[in-house]
């Protein structure tokens, strides 16, 4: 279920900065996932960001098989800035049963991001995740740029996911 958006509400002010994320965006090709204990994939994804008029920006992460278009994985939460500074958190609920905190800095309109918090279900299956960190950027064609490094119990961070969007709807 999606959290209800309101498109009347002006956005606030101290999430000024980070207004080029709003709207959805759809991968234009498909992107491509890996790791060493899976077998590569590529995958499809939508982003929705939506405000509110509250000082944080809700979002909805939907990532699709690329070939038999099977759902794959979800991510849904919020993003906040600390205010009168570049310094952005993500707030993230996984359908995997992975909770986490992602802090970074806004430069431009590129987000660095790395885990802060992790958490996960008692049955979360092994090996576990230890670090994420994502890289977020509006490129100068327009189009939203993302990539997802990852760390386990096994492995050190590497590059997990990229991939690209086009904006399909804006939000203001």
Not at 143 to 162: F, G, W, Y
Request: contains cysteine.
């Amino acid at each position: 279920m999606a959290c209800p958006s309101n498109n009347t509400a002006d956005l606030n002010p101290a999430l000024l900065p980070l207004d080029w994320l709003l709207g959805t965006w759809e991968s234009d090709e498909p992107g491509e996932g890996c790791f060493t204990t899976i077998k590569p994939f590529r995958y499809t994804e939508t982003l929705t960001f939506s405000h509110v008029g509250q000082p944080v920006i809700n979002f909805m992460f939907n990532a699709f098989h690329a070939e038999n278009k099977k759902p794959l994985h979800r991510e849904c939460g919020f993003i906040r800035m600390q205010p009168g500074s570049n310094r952005v958190a993500f707030m993230i609920a996984q359908n995997s049963g992975l909770v986490e905190i992602e802090e970074g800095e806004l430069t431009g309109q590129q987000l660095n991001l790395q885990s802060q918090a992790l958490a996960r279900v008692s049955f979360a299956r092994e090996p576990h995740v230890q670090k994420v960190s994502r890289v977020i950027q509006l490129r100068p064609d327009g189009r939203l740029e993302q990539t997802v490094s990852m760390a386990t119990d096994n492995e050190p961070l590497m590059q997990h996911l990229h991939i690209t969007y086009r904006r399909q709807a804006a939000f203001t």
